[in-house]
């Protein structure tokens, strides 16, 4: 059995919401629960298990997998192809995902509703990504929900800008008769290897509730919007609900900001993820967020919970 990380427990200020958090572990949300139901999928449960682990892991600096040059993957191949990507004429490897998932974490504040963690460039980050780095996360709880700020630094002594993706794979427990929508209106297209084909297609299917069984498993759905932020929300006649957005602080950053579907329905689980940015963009070049040096991104990715049955998504996924 897989030993449990320690985890830093916070509550909302009227207590109706707990958040783990594994600092250990990638600062991964390991459990969320609203007055004791437990809304992610296998929140706490670190036994061993085939397929997607489930919770809440930080996707940084890349998204998805990252496609090391040589052959073109295919829909038959793309599983086992080589992960990684070049900088500056030096190739490096790139886990799925990134890396900051599965690094500890250094905590630097904690109050009873908030937790501030650090993580910085080491030599075993440098074996995947050759930048200097600060990137600091903030759970901060609200009585709606909580936010996972996110403040990304680049060092004064980096020598070429600093690319990187930014996201939150969170994965929530589905209860009978659950229904999805979303204030987006287009979708990115992806190959069968998960990588953007160029551009987006309208898509307003989630403009009305639409039922979660109609999901394909394990189809991925990138949905952006014109202007606003996007968001998701996953609504249960007898279950609290759950909204997931994401805000760049720079409005210029705002065209890579995405929520993402993907799950097993019949299996119980669907992840409704925050992107700022696209799978594969290291080695693509398609859009990162691109740091010169000494230069800082914020972004901040939102989890509201409302009771069942509520029609709101709350006023924290409206732009500042």
């Known amino acids: 059995m897989t030993e449990a990380p320690a985890l830093i427990h916070l509550t909302s200020p009227d207590g109706r919401l ?9 600062a991964e949300l390991c459990g969320l629960e609203w007055e004791g139901r437990e809304l992610l999928w296998r929140g706490r449960d670190f036994r061993p298990t085939p397929g997607w682990t489930g919770r809440a892991p930080i996707l940084w600096p890349a998204i998805g997998r990252t496609f ?4 073109e993957p295919t829909a038959e191949t793309f599983k086992q192809a080589p992960l990684g990507w070049a900088v500056d004429g030096v190739d490096y490897p790139m886990p799925m995902h990134g890396f900051a998932r599965s690094l500890p974490w250094q905590v630097e504040e904690q109050t009873p509703s908030s937790l501030r963690l650090v993580l910085t460039d080491s030599e075993q980050t440098r074996a995947f990504y050759p930048f200097g780095f600060r990137h600091t ?3 901060a709880l609200a009585d709606d929900g909580l936010t996972l700020d996110h403040d990304i630094q680049a060092a004064e002594t980096n020598t070429t800008p600093m690319p990187f993706v930014l996201g939150n794979h969170a994965t929530f427990r589905l209860a009978a008769n659950a229904v999805l929508t979303s204030n987006t209106t287009r979708r990115v297209p992806l190959d069968p290897a998960g990588r953007p084909t160029g551009g987006s297609v309208e898509f307003t299917r989630l403009a009305r509730p639409a039922a979660v069984d109609t999901i394909q498993t394990f189809e991925v759905i990138a949905l952006k919007t014109t202007g606003a932020p996007p968001w998701a ?4 006649p007898s279950a ?7 805000h760049a602080r720079d409005r210029a950053r705002s065209r890579l ?8 329905p019949s299996g119980g689980y669907l992840s409704l993820e925050a992107w700022l940015g696209l799978p594969n963009a290291l080695a693509s070049g398609g859009a990162p967020c691109l740091l ?3 230069a800082a991104e914020q972004a901040a990715i939102l989890i509201g919970i409302s009771a069942a049955n509520s029609s709101g ?3 924290k996924f409206a732009r500042d």
């Open 18 to 26: 707990s958040v783990w958090i594994a600092p250990e572990r990638g």
């Open 68 to 71: 090391a040059p040589g052959p």
């Open 137 to 139: 996360l903030t759970y």
């Open 233 to 236: 929300k996953l609504s249960f």
């Open 240 to 246: 609290p609900s759950i909204t997931v957005g994401v």
């Open 257 to 264: 900001e995405a929520v993402t579907l993907w799950g097993d």
């Open 292 to 294: 010169a040096s000494g």
């Open 313 to 315: 998504h709350g006023d």
